[in-house]
């Protein structure tokens, strides 16, 4: 886990580094405050017993020896008024980190938080970036901004782009519509005091309903940030940010707002993204049990879509566009899309808007929290798919109640109700050219999802607990083709001449409306020892079920790099093929093992989990050699095997380091086709390694590295590969005073060219365009301000 992989964060674990043998009185401090965790956590953090606080919290220490971590002694009571202003704002946020890393560490499964302290002032601030020290989250860049990287962690959705798998929470409600898709360029890591990473059924008592986890993004507040702050910086690419914020309080009432913009032309020749981002929210304790916080947000994100190409495209020019294939005595080679002529990009705004309300009532606590977003989603595909444009509407509402006594670190009895509700307008559009032609098709989707969880941490015996929980899910994919024309129209380009247009033709239409529902149990089972205050094993067996998402169940098909869907020989306008396939899959379910052990000693900090799923009727999303879509599948049997690894040490009281490393080993298990490949996409290997030097109080230097060791299979057929990589990243901050620091780095220093993900095929040619190039070398600057 990050968290603990950042020896030089120790805030209240210095009285522990020297392990059982030296029980300190700051040993003890942090026995105490864990009790007070339940009252004192980030704004909106979605960790078990979490709630929300506006006042700060202090803590009278007991001289007495920790008898087990689960079960810590303190006397809680409020500050005292003459804590002073200046201080207590920045001693309670660090506090709060603590706290919540604490909980954190006796979680028994994959978890991970990074706080603000934990991201780096970065020219290019992408969630790639900030999350890369995370280990079992790959996030692979798409387009070297903040458009559509892939997530990957224990199998998430490996489709392109990806917009399934994984749930994505702000403040503990969810970006995902109810359908469980998402437009991962929404989440924002600039906008948040602390990034939650909870791996596997980590995430069942957060309502999700998939194999791989989720991710929730905590904003500042009045209270944790107050005062304000600015910045700029920019560089290589065309680079500019912007951002500022205010932050304040008064009484029993506290109130925030940030806003940040990016732009940024890009490393390839048709590579411009921009974003813009507003927040708020406001805090208001309306009596000594009863805190309540409103918050919106609104994100407007717009980018281009280069597109892949071939390997040998990649070592020419890395920077080029791809434009399609090319026919050579009647056969086309470097099969691909033709990003040159169909310029494929999205354009996307999301508001949000919630509220999160937290009575407690000695150890009783009763939370609840709604949430609507209203998305608009244009997305210009190449020719083969089209313009798909979304707009719609989804509403949240969770209802929780925890079980917390004093003398407990997790609540001994934790029930959540999650319902999530949504309807949204598709249409479908002809891509002529780049502009937006004849529509071809249109539908009202539905969806709802239901979640139900229950869980438990019962100590059983000194420092073992017991965590049973039970999770059950209800979905319904609902679709009525409002399209209501005989037929729907083509067009096509002349393969040998791809600007020229060839007669327009139209398919017979097909109704592709469909009604889904799907349900299942999810029960898991852990076990925790810990055997001081500095160390957990655990080890755990649950299972997960995951729906597919209107993404999945309504496909264009039956299109090449030179036709639209429907037209699978862009020269007969008159031939009959389906323009939409609407497959009727069944949920993916798992059930998954793992066990881990973290802890810190001395100097050194690690996390280690591994953990082997198997899975039937995985998803997959299937594309043929030329990228078009051929629509979503269930995988019979397949498994998932992996390795998470995160590791500090502290060489000396200025020098640090850091090392995250993942494993995944996934593939089919007898498949008729694929036999035990693997699963196209998925990264075998992935190591990122830092090393930090405070050569004075107030300059900073820091080197990392990225290695990907090992070739990567673009297809499941295992026939095509990207190289292995290494790239180097060089990173200085000075703080000039209290209220001016400026930053810099280099990126990719020695210039690398390579693949920073690919496409996801099922069977690859050796000359096809699915290679999507890293950035190359940049340089970045910039200063932030605080008042």
């Known amino acids: 886990m990050k968290a603990d992989a950042h020896p030089e964060l120790r805030g209240l674990t210095e009285g522990v580094e020297t392990g059982a043998r030296r029980r300190s009185v700051s040993t003890i401090a942090v026995a105490a405050l864990l009790t007070s965790s339940s009252q004192l956590c980030f704004a909106q953090s979605a960790t078990p017993g979490a709630t929300i606080t506006l006042d700060t919290i202090v803590v009278e220490?007991?001289?007495?020896?920790?008898?087990?971590?689960?079960?810590?002694?303190?006397?809680?009571?409020?500050?005292?008024?003459?804590?002073?202003?200046?201080?207590?704002?920045?001693?309670?946020?660090?506090?709060?980190v603590d706290l919540v890393r604490e909980r954190f560490n006796v979680l028994a499964g994959g978890v991970a938080l990074v706080s603000q302290k934990d991201m780096p002032n970065a020219g290019n601030p992408t969630l790639a970036n900030t999350l890369s020290g995370v280990p079992g989250l790959i996030i692979q860049n798409f387009l070297g901004a903040n458009d559509q990287p892939r997530i990957q962690m224990r199998g998430s959705a490996q489709q392109n782009p990806a917009e399934r798998g994984?749930?994505?929470?702000?403040?503990?409600?969810?970006?995902?519509?109810?359908?469980?898709?998402?437009?991962?360029?929404?989440?924002?890591?600039?906008?948040?005091?602390?990034?939650?990473?909870?791996?596997?059924?980590?995430?069942?008592?957060?309502?999700?309903?998939?194999?791989?986890?989720a991710i929730n993004f905590v904003s500042p507040t009045g209270s944790s940030q107050p005062g304000v702050q600015m910045s700029v910086s920019g560089g290589s690419f065309g680079q500019i940010n912007s951002s500022a914020q205010i932050g304040t309080k008064k009484d029993n009432v506290d109130a925030f707002l940030q806003f940040d913009t990016t732009r940024r032309d890009g490393f390839r020749d048709y590579n411009a993204s921009d974003r813009t981002s507003l927040n708020a929210n406001v805090g208001i304790a309306l009596s000594e049990n009863v805190k309540t916080r409103f918050f919106l947000g609104y994100t407007d994100l717009g980018f281009d879509v280069a597109g892949p190409i071939n390997k040998d495209a990649l070592f020419?020019?890395?920077r080029q566009t791809a434009t399609g294939p090319t026919v050579v005595n009647g056969v086309a080679i470097n099969p691909g899309p033709n990003a040159v002529r169909d310029k494929p990009r999205r354009d996307a705004s999301q508001f949000m808007i919630g509220n999160r309300t937290t009575a407690t009532f000695d150890a009783h606590l009763i939370d609840i929290a709604l949430g609507y977003t209203y998305t608009d989603d244009t997305f210009r595909f190449?020719?083969?798919?089209?313009?798909?444009?979304?707009?719609?509407g989804d509403f949240t509402g969770l209802v929780r109640y925890a079980y917390n006594p004093g003398d407990a670190l997790l609540p001994l009895f934790e029930t959540t109700a999650q319902y999530s509700v949504g309807s949204a307008d598709r249409d479908y559009y002809l891509n002529q050219s780049g502009m937006t032609g004849a529509q071809f098709g249109s539908n009202r989707l539905d969806a709802q999802t239901l979640s139900l969880y229950a869980g438990a941490n019962v100590p059983v015996w000194q420092q073992w607990t017991v965590s049973p929980a039970i999770s059950y899910a209800y979905a319904t994919r609902d679709n009525d083709d409002l399209y209501t024309a005989a037929t729907r129209p083509t067009i096509a380009y002349n393969p040998s001449r791809p600007n020229v247009l060839l007669p327009n033709g139209a398919v017979p239409t097909q109704n592709n409306s469909y009604a889904r529902s799907y349900s299942g149990w999810n029960p898991s089972l852990a076990l925790s020892y810990r055997p001081d205050a500095t160390q957990t094993f655990f080890i755990a067996g649950s299972h997960s079920f995951e729906p597919p998402t209107h993404d999945d169940l309504i496909a264009t098909i039956n299109g090449t790099p030179n036709s639209s869907p429907g037209r699978p020989t862009p020269p007969s306008p008159t031939l009959a093929a389906a323009a939409f396939a609407t497959p009727n899959l069944s949920a993916q379910t798992a059930v998954t093992v793992e066990g881990g052990w973290r802890g810190?000693?001395?100097?050194?900090?690690?996390?280690?989990?591994?953990?082997?799923?198997?899975?039937?009727?995985?998803?997959?999303?299937?594309?043929?050699?030329?990228?078009?879509?051929?629509?979503?599948?269930?995988?019979?049997?397949?498994?998932?095997?992996?390795?998470?690894?995160?590791?500090g040490m502290k060489f000396t009281d200025r020098l640090s380091g850091r090392l995250a490393y993942t494993y995944?080993?996934?593939?089919?298990?007898?498949?008729?086709?694929?036999?035990?490949?693997?699963?196209?996409?998925?990264?075998?290997?992935?190591?990122?390694?830092?090393?930090?030097?405070?050569?004075?109080?107030?300059?900073?230097?820091?080197?990392?590295?990225?290695?990907?060791?090992?070739?990567?299979?673009?297809?499941?057929?295992?026939?095509?590969?990207?190289?292995?990589?290494?790239?180097?990243?060089?990173?200085?901050?000075?703080?000039?005073?209290k209220t001016f620091r400026v930053f810099g780095e280099i990126t990719n220093l020695f210039d690398k060219t390579y693949a920073a993900t690919t496409l996801v095929v099922d069977q690859a040619r050796p000359d096809q365009a699915a290679f999507l190039p890293g950035d190359g070398r940049g340089f970045y600057a910039g200063i932030k301000a605080s008042f």
Not at 182 to 205: C, D, L, S, T, W
Not at 636 to 646: A, K, N, Q, W
Not at 665 to 694: E, K, S, T, W
């Open 61 to 96: 220490q007991r001289r007495e020896a920790v008898r087990s971590p689960a079960r810590p002694q303190s006397v809680v009571r409020r500050a005292a008024p003459a804590a002073t202003p200046s201080t207590a704002p920045a001693a309670s946020a660090t506090r709060t």
């Open 166 to 213: 994984v749930l994505v929470l702000y403040n503990g409600l969810p970006i995902n519509r109810a359908d469980g898709s998402y437009i991962v360029g929404f989440a924002n890591p600039r906008q948040a005091e602390a990034i939650e990473v909870y791996r596997g059924y980590m995430a069942n008592r957060l309502g999700a309903t998939v194999l791989s986890g």
């Open 316 to 318: 020419a020019n890395p």
């Open 382 to 392: 190449p020719i083969s798919s089209g313009v798909r444009t979304t707009k719609g």
């Open 600 to 647: 810190r000693a001395d100097r050194f900090s690690w996390d280690v989990v591994t953990y082997y799923s198997w899975i039937d009727n995985e998803l997959l999303n299937l594309r043929d050699v030329t990228g078009a879509s051929l629509g979503a599948i269930n995988a019979d049997r397949t498994t998932h095997f992996g390795i998470e690894l995160g590791a």
């Open 664 to 737: 995944q080993d996934f593939r089919f298990v007898d498949d008729p086709l694929r036999g035990n490949n693997r699963l196209g996409g998925a990264v075998p290997h992935l190591i990122y390694a830092q090393l930090q030097l405070q050569a004075t109080d107030a300059w900073m230097m820091q080197g990392a590295v990225r290695w990907s060791p090992a070739k990567v299979a673009v297809d499941n057929m295992n026939t095509l590969y990207a190289d292995p990589y290494a790239v180097v990243d060089l990173r200085s901050e000075y703080r000039i005073n």
